[in-house]
């Protein structure tokens, strides 16, 4: 048994059994969770339960990732939890997430170490909202949408933050500052991390080469891409196109 299975049950406690995080069902976009430090989840909210097509309240709690989701995904996940269970939080994460059967969205999520008393980790917090759902209802995203939907769209071609700007009807450093409060990361950053997202899905649903890849997804060449999908993914394209092919 996790060692720190039983704080994570007393942080439950200290909400009154878990009543206090109902008030996540209200939001039909956003996905809450708590995980142990073993990634088992002893938290999700109605709607992330729903789109992996679980009717019971519980279907997720004492399971990991990887009994539900690819296993690309669930280790791209497992390696943002190691940093945060470590003691890094991770804001604006730009990332896949696979709903029920099979369909592929793009979310934005965050996540935050749970400590105890004395300060140890004792688990994770998690929140994943759907992109677009969050960018059509919320402040400040209301004001990005114009430019999250051109970042969509043309995610391939060459793309300037003073024409993001523009196109959001914005000054360039107050699109710049309005960009890094919503997502807590430039939107040069933002638009790495979408393209090579991107390219993971190319990589294992293509037969394209790596080349032909890199170029449809925005980067100049191979060896752009290269560099920045090992920077971002910790393995090259063609390893983990290897390794995750037909999982």
């Not at 073993?38 to 789109?51: E, F, I, N, Q, W």
Request: glycine fraction near 8%.
């Amino acid at each position: 048994m996790n060692p720190n299975s039983s704080s994570v049950s007393e942080f439950f406690e200290q909400l009154g059994h878990g009543g206090g995080l109902r008030l996540f069902d209200a939001f039909s976009d956003t996905r809450f969770f708590i995980k142990d430090t073993c990634g088992v989840y002893k938290h999700a909210s109605r709607v992330m339960h729903l789109a992996h097509g679980i009717a019971d309240p519980s279907g997720v709690v004492g399971r990991t990732d990887y009994d539900f989701i690819p296993a690309y995904l669930a280790d791209q996940y497992t390696r943002d939890d190691r940093q945060v269970l470590a003691g890094t939080e991770i804001w604006g994460r730009v990332e896949m997430v696979i709903r029920h059967p099979a369909c592929p969205d793009w979310y934005v999520t965050s996540k935050t170490p749970l400590r105890d008393k004395s300060g140890r980790i004792i688990g994770l917090a998690g929140v994943s909202r759907d992109l677009q759902q969050a960018a059509k209802i919320a402040t400040p995203f209301v004001q990005l949408t114009p430019a999250l939907d051109h970042i969509r769209d043309h995610f391939a071609s060459s793309m300037e933050v003073d024409t993001l700007a523009q196109i959001s009807g914005m000054s360039e450093r107050s699109f710049q500052r309005h960009f890094k409060k919503a997502f807590h990361l430039t939107p040069t950053a933002y638009i790495r991390q979408f393209r090579i997202g991107k390219a993971c899905q190319l990589l294992l649903e293509a037969d394209a080469t790596i080349t032909t890849i890199a170029l449809e997804t925005g980067f100049s060449d191979h060896s752009h891409l290269v560099r920045e999908f090992t920077r971002s993914m910790k393995t090259t394209p063609g390893a983990y196109r290897e390794r995750y092919r037909g999982t």
